[in-house]
């Protein structure tokens, strides 16, 4: 499914109008009826007392066909306009006719406070204030007309998007309503999904309002959903084998830091990969070896880190290699910082760079494109910072355009991982995620995705699909980890659970 911008969204609505004929007034229509459609599984239209506050734009236009939709499922209807009414739309004007036609009393308030008698009384609040045009900092009665909405204790269902929230970054501009549910019409925005947008949404859901498919096919941002990912897992037929299923190399560990390796190696076991080895340093393999009787443990050279004279032994082993994995706990030394440098440089498949792995490339001014083998990168906020230069604000504030961006000029595959986890592709789309919680926020979270993703790549998929499909996997066995402890499980516990995610993807499809 697409994931629109402002600008996106509204050239959707233009394509749909200008090229498919679809009047802005059906779009209206399909729009405030399916708000009222969609929220009847979550609540009882019957008797409820509804207000409906609307704005003078578009977003008000849809409250006034909900008021309709909303009388017509059994609620008692009142509409709050606030604004100057001359600057409602032909559409909005014509559906606020209809509506008093019916005998839905609508309100004309100039402030907030005249608002305040029907609000506190309302069962249900449809929040069709403002939508994706909202131009600037909520300013005046309609920033103390959201702060009441949000004082009430009635059920808040916003339209299209909750009101005050900037629509591509997720921020609320002054103020922003919390809704309990919001309608998503035509498109699912940016601001739907990123923090703290996606704390206001409230429960997402989604109406289509009659845009057809084919006007967004090219839309360079997708949501990444269980259909999306289904079709990409390889199929384990009766016959395959280990071999089949590739062979992971991990460069990792170092003194101090074996449990990283062994994460990693773990993440990749219960995700699948064919054969998986840890090569690791010499005072570093001993306190691995055998605590995974399936990952073969080698070292290369002594001593407590990986140095710049090991990288040419290392490369002979990596040929055994489908994919190696590069990074998990090998530490900041200014001599590994060298061997990453000669292993990036050589390496000719597929690698996933992590953690200090990422720490040295940025140290090493790595150039990316002239590598030679297929990237993956996943560095989590501070180490993305490291690598671009960017602050993690400048960052969290344009998460998506940061990760394309970087992905497109480096030509290579982003993992941006956070809340949501953006993957950026090397043509410049990218890909959103839509599993994962806040429990998935500890230590050795992301070790593991550098196994289940390596995992992915050695077992045949390309550097794209493996980076979808294992932040997709990582993220349902967090999720199905929260089911039985919310917070406080281990990563162990999420490593456990991947078989389980994958065959959950895999049975829905059948
Ligand atoms: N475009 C279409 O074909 C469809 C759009 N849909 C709905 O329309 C809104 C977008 O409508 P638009 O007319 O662009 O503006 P809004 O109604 O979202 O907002 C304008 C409204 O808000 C007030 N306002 C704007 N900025 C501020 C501010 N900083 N402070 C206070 N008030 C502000 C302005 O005065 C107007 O009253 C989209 O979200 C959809 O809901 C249909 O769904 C489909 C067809
Ligand atoms: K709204």
């Given at each position: 499914m697409i994931l629109t911008s402002t600008a996106e969204s509204r050239l959707l609505d233009k394509i749909a109008m200008t090229e498919y004929g679809l009047p802005e007034a059906v779009l209206m229509e399909n729009a405030g009826r399916a708000v009222v459609s969609r929220m009847r599984?979550?609540?009882?239209?019957?008797?409820?007392f509804t207000v409906i506050v609307c704005g003078t734009g578009n977003n008000g236009g849809d409250g006034f066909v909900s008021a309709r939709y909303a009388r017509g499922a059994g609620a008692r209807v009142l509409v709050i306009l606030m604004g100057d009414p001359s600057h409602m739309g032909e559409s909005a004007k014509m559906?606020?006719?209809t509506a008093e036609k019916m005998g839905i009393p609508v309100i004309e308030v100039m402030e907030a406070e005249e608002a305040v008698p029907y609000l506190y009384d309302a069962d249900i609040i449809i929040d069709s204030l403002i939508g994706t045009g909202?131009?600037?900092k909520v300013k005046g009665e309609k920033a103390a007309l959201i702060d009441i909405i949000n004082d009430t204790d009635a059920l808040v269902v916003s339209t299209d998007i909750p009101s005050g929230l900037v629509t591509d970054t997720g921020r609320p501009a002054g103020t922003a309503v919390n809704a309990d549910f919001t309608v998503a019409l035509g498109s699912v925005k940016r601001g739907h999904v990123l923090y703290p947008g996606s704390e206001h949404t409230g429960r997402l859901l989604f109406s289509p309002i009659g845009i057809p498919e084919e006007a967004s096919e090219d839309f360079p941002v997708r949501l990444l959903f269980r259909e999306d990912i289904a079709p990409l897992l390889p199929v384990r037929n009766q016959i395959s084998h280990k071999g089949k299923n590739g062979f992971l190399g991990i460069f990792a560990g170092s003194s101090g830091m074996e449990g990283a390796a062994l994460l990693a190696g773990q993440g990749a076991l219960y995700a699948g990969a064919g054969k998986t080895a840890i090569i690791t340093t010499g005072?570093?393999?001993p306190i691995m070896a055998g605590k995974f009787p399936e990952i073969m443990v080698s070292s290369i050279g002594n001593g407590p880190h990986f140095t710049e004279d090991m990288a040419e032994a290392a490369l002979e082993k990596a040929k055994a290699y489908d994919v190696i994995a590069i990074g998990p706990g090998i530490g900041r030394d200014e001599e590994t910082v060298k061997f990453v440098k000669k292993m990036v440089e050589n390496f000719e498949k597929t690698i996933i760079l992590d953690a200090d792995g990422l720490y040295a490339a940025a140290e090493?001014?790595?150039d990316f494109k002239s590598c030679p083998g297929r990237l993956i990168l996943t560095?989590?906020?501070?180490?993305?910072?490291?690598?671009?230069?960017?602050?993690?604000?400048?960052?969290?504030e344009k998460r998506i355009d940061a990760a394309s961006d970087f992905s497109k000029k480096n030509r290579l595959v982003l993992v941006l991982k956070g809340a949501p986890t953006v993957i950026g592709l090397p043509d410049g789309r990218s890909y959103v995620n839509t599993t994962g919680n806040p429990g998935m926020a500890t230590g050795g979270m992301g070790d593991t995705l550098t196994g289940v993703i390596g995992a992915m790549a050695a077992q045949g998929m390309s550097p794209s699909s493996s980076a979808a499909v294992g932040v997709y996997l990582h993220g349902l066995a967090g999720d199905l980890a929260a089911e039985t402890t919310p917070v406080g499980y281990r990563v162990t516990d999420l490593a456990r659970l991947l078989p389980k995610a994958r065959a959950q993807i895999t049975e829905m499809d059948e």
């Open positions: 599984e979550f609540t009882d239209w019957e008797g409820a559906y606020r006719k909202l131009a600037s005072d570093a393999a090493a001014k790595i560095p989590h906020v501070g180490e993305f910072a490291r690598l671009t230069g960017l602050s993690a604000s400048e960052i969290e």
